[in-house]
């Protein structure tokens, strides 16, 4: 009895079983993804909020005090693709994660859902943490944004299952995280996401951060 039932489990675990599998649906008019646009130093910027701002085209750094302001470039040392990327190091007083706040500017969303926000980044220090946020804001230039309920910036929650990895090293890698965005969210007008990468926490590290990417998560049933 106990063959026939160890025959009937190894049938019923052999059988094919329909994965989950994820399309990915890249979003249109995003700025300069590629860092392709501007070489040299990131110029004074007047168009979004924050003091001390400094930015190329499509990206702005938004605090005074950023532990990266002074050493962004965009540069041809290094590119995962095309002849840029843009190079950031935190100088000797980096110990706050979000002080380092790489801001892309605010992108129009239709639908609620799944959004993988994603990087292709390098870094001289393996052991350098780094972050994405997403936050939401009512216009294109991100002054009205969404709080929590500590009058804080909000951010959006990853999607589940919960897929996070920022460990970096000397080669190119993607790093990426999915979050979802609600309805009511949407109703209420927050139409705009604020992805930004957080790279303030490590001292002298030197980042190289090249194709950004914001895609709509679907999903779909393997054949």
Known sequence: MKTLFALLLTALLSLPVAAQEWMYKPMKEISNTGFEKQAGPIKPISTFPGKGKKGVEGWYV???????????????????????????????????????????????????????????????DPNARVKINVLLSKDENGQVTKKNNQGKPFTLVDAKPKAVDYKLGADWKMISRQVVLTKKDIEAGYEYINPALLLGETPNVTYYIDEFNVEYVMKKQAK
């Open 62 to 124: 938004k605090f005074s005090s950023s532990f990266v302001k002074e050493s962004l470039k965009v540069t041809n040392k290094e590119a995962f693709k095309g002849d840029y990327s843009l190079q950031a190091k935190t100088n000797g007083q980096a110990k706050e994660l979000y002080k380092g706040l790489l801001t892309h500017n605010p992108i129009k969303v239709k639908s609620p859902g799944r959004y993988r926000v994603s990087f292709w980044m390098k870094s001289s």
